[in-house]
């Protein structure tokens, strides 16, 4: 019976990514658009799977902690309906400020979406990947959208960029907060990018503003005080583009001081503490993947002989000696072929960006949340994790604004030439 069901809503929304206007708008044809939507629930199969075969690897026992969880909800909805309409909403702790109380809401809130998808698939894990996919799908189109846009004529590298970064496609299709949060991000990018580029923020795109928001204020809050100044930069930049760097540079400045100096205003803005207890949580949980860190105090001073530890933490972590199981393994490969992709942008980078001003967002938005992640974060599953959903922001321009035809031929003559010395 759950085969039957499973076949059923898969078909059902299989159909359904082809009449959404969203994403028939896109430019993709509808068996483009299945086979994407296939993708990801195969990702998200595959990530479920491994859930139970490595459960104690990398970060994978929190899908099925997630779905056993949801299963207490959704029976909870039957036995005390008062107590599943409002308990997201009661506060242990007393306080709506006690950050314990945020740390929960995180989880809690994507529980209780799980559990809405059990009364649909009876508490079948996998049906509920399906519903998943579909729900995540809106932010890789809505990318696809911008990025298409801002580089025309890039369609096919665009489109694999998007859609085929390994580490992305599996953390954002599998069953966890990444993938809405992605969803996030990419609402308010899409929204912003052609409500500048009309000049116009109807209603839809405000509502996708707010929905955006909303996703990341519950799934992961700390990107909000990333994104609300990139956003700001970028709004500004579109004003006066010839500037664009020098805005973003001279803005980023301003918001590097007042992180820095908000608390003396208020002491709730103590950003600089937040980050040092987030990385003492990350420490004190000493999972399998843990590497040391050098501890930050709440000053600027740390901060900064921090930064290339950070930096290199998140960005080229995990290095081959850090491999230890298959998941490891994968994240070093992914990173190093990443590496090499952007040494060949370097020697063979061409112009062909419509909004460097988005470009400059792209740029900053995604080396702040890197800087972040490495600030705060020992642990390399949560690492590879937590950077998923940035990657599309640098490959994408990089992979687009790549000569592939330049370096064919020089590749392809280098081969000539060193063949004829062998032959020779």
């Not at 700390?222 to 970028?234: D, E, G, H, N, S």
């Not at 003396?264 to 207890?277: K, W």
């Not at 060949?344 to 949340?369: D, E, M, P, Q």
């Amino acid at each position: 019976m759950e085969y039957l069901l499973f076949a059923a809503y898969l078909i059902s929304f299989a159909w359904l990514v082809t009449k959404v206007k969203f994403f028939t708008r896109s430019g993709l044809s509808q068996s483009q658009l299945i086979i994407l939507f296939l993708v990801k629930i195969m990702a998200g199969i595959f990530y479920g799977w491994i859930g139970i075969y490595y459960a104690g690897l990398a970060q994978m026992l929190d899908t099925w902690s997630f779905h056993t969880n949801s299963i207490e909800e959704y029976k909870l909805l039957f036995n005390n309906p008062h107590e599943y309409l409002t308990n997201l909403f009661n506060n242990p702790y007393g306080n709506i400020d006690n950050p314990l109380y945020w740390n929960d809401l995180k989880g809690n809130a994507f529980i209780k979406m799980l559990s809405i998808f059990n009364i649909l698939s009876f508490g079948n894990y996998y049906i509920n990947v399906v519903f998943y996919s579909f729900f995540s799908l809106f932010g890789p189109i809505a990318i696809y959208r911008v990025m298409t846009d801002v580089l025309p004529g890039k369609k096919l590298p665009i489109l694999l960029a998007t859609f085929l970064i390994p580490s992305f496609l599996y953390w954002t299709s599998g069953i966890h907060k990444e993938g809405l949060i992605f969803t996030g991000i990419s609402l308010i990018i899409y929204a912003v990018y052609f409500g500048l580029k009309e000049k116009r923020f109807g209603f839809k795109r405000i509502t996708c503003v707010i929905v955006g928001l909303l996703l990341l204020l519950t799934l992961r809050n700390f990107l909000i005080v990333i994104i609300v100044p990139a956003i700001i930069a970028w709004v500004l930049a579109a004003k006066k583009p010839k500037y664009s760097l020098a805005i973003f540079g001279s803005l980023y400045l301003i918001f590097i001081v007042l992180f820095f100096t908000a608390r003396y205003v208020n002491p709730r803005f103590d950003f600089p503490q937040a980050v040092v207890n987030k990385q003492q949580e990350f420490i004190n949980l000493k999972g399998g993947s843990t590497i040391p860190m050098k501890e930050l105090k709440p000053n600027a001073i740390s901060f900064l002989q921090s930064t290339p530890q950070a930096f290199t933490l998140s960005t080229i972590r995990p290095y081959p000696n850090d491999v230890k199981h298959i998941l490891s393994l994968a994240a070093a490969l992914e990173i190093n072929a990443l590496l090499l992709l952007f040494i060949l942008f370097l020697f063979f980078h061409k112009n062909g960006i419509a909004s460097r001003n988005f470009l400059h967002f792209c740029l900053f938005f995604s080396f702040t949340v890197l800087l972040a992640i490495g600030f705060s974060v020992n642990n390399l599953g949560a690492i590879v994790r937590y950077r998923s959903v940035i990657l599309p922001f640098l490959v994408i321009p990089m992979i687009a604004l790549t000569d592939w035809k330049r370096f064919g031929r020089l590749f392809i003559n280098n081969i000539k030439k060193n063949n004829n010395i062998f032959i020779f």
